[in-house]
């Protein structure tokens, strides 16, 4: 692994998710990239381990951890990374719960008709939406202020295109997709960019449930072109890029990774 090219030196980045996977991997690219990394999750020790991978690559960071579901925890870990550093450059939206999180709490992956008011609130209400919600009007008066920033916001393919089931969770990523272009337009004068990062299938926790379809080829290839799902690496680049000055001109925009699985009509 290489300390990186400084593609966001400087930079103090405020990540959540950043105990596993996507957000986990989004962490310590930011911080090998030059960026002071605030990452937030619940779980401490995962969270104290990527920071210790940041800070193994010479880089810098601090960890709260909290949960999102509890109220004022955006404004606490916002305010965490204003006190250490000052200033808030780029918010990576990321936390969120899926399959993993369905077969804990059945109903909220489930099709509409199966959903309980309470499983559309757990999603909806809950990390999903409310968390992303919370954490961009957390984090904007700070980065109104300065006329600058970068909020890259995690949905899903399943935010561009419809879904079987889990209908709580396409709900909240389609949401995801169309708040960000309505950022856009309105802090994009001030400065602030927004845009969308929408992984197809992701090999970490949150889809381990499903990912053993993978291992028969003939079903990966009806499941991707590529015939393989992602890693959370993939997706933590395209955010970096997005996060960076690399994207200076891009805002409201929409960037799907998923190694060409909404691209298709049909599987062949
Ligand atoms: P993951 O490995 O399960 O990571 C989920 C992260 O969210 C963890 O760091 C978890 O941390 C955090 N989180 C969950 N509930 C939280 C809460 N109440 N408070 C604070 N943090 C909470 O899953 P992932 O695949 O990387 O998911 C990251 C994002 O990518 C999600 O928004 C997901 O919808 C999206 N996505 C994933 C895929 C995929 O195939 N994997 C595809 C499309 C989109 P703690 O448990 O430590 O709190």
Not at 214 to 233: I, Q, W
């Amino acid at each position: 692994m290489s300390n990186g090219d400084g593609r966001v030196a400087g930079k103090v980045a405020v990540v959540s998710g950043a105990s596993s996977g996507i957000g986990r991997a989004t962490f310590e690219l930011l911080g090998r990239e030059g960026a002071k990394v605030v990452g937030t999750a619940r779980r401490e020790e995962l969270l104290k381990e990527g920071l210790e991978e940041v800070e193994r690559h010479g880089g810098e960071g601090i960890v709260v951890a909290a949960d999102l579901e509890q109220s004022g925890t955006a404004e606490k870990v916002v305010q965490a990374a204003l006190d250490q550093y000052g200033w808030v450059d780029i918010l990576v939206c990321n936390a969120g719960v899926g399959w993993k999180y369905g077969e804990e709490h059945p109903g909220t992956m489930a099709a509409l008709h199966e959903v309980s008011l309470e499983n559309w609130q757990d999603v909806i209400g809950g990390v999903d939406l409310q968390g992303y919600f919370e954490l961009m009007r957390a984090v904007l008066p700070s980065m109104i202020e300065a006329e600058s920033g970068a909020i890259v916001n995690i949905s899903s393919m399943a935010g561009v295109t419809g879904l079987y089931d889990a209908h709580p969770y396409t709900a909240a990523k389609g949401a995801i997709v169309n708040l960000g272009r309505s950022l856009a337009i309105t802090y994009g004068k001030q400065g602030i960019r927004t845009n969308t990062v929408c992984p197809g299938f992701i090999d970490t926790a949150m889809i381990a449930p499903v990912i053993g379809a993978f291992d028969d080829p003939d079903t990966a290839a009806a499941l991707v072109p590529m015939k393989r799902p992602g890693k959370p690496e993939e997706i933590a680049a395209a955010v970096l890029f997005l996060a960076s000055d690399d994207a200076s001109y891009v805002n409201g925009s929409t960037l799907v990774v998923d190694g060409g699985c909404t691209s298709r009509s049909f599987a062949g």
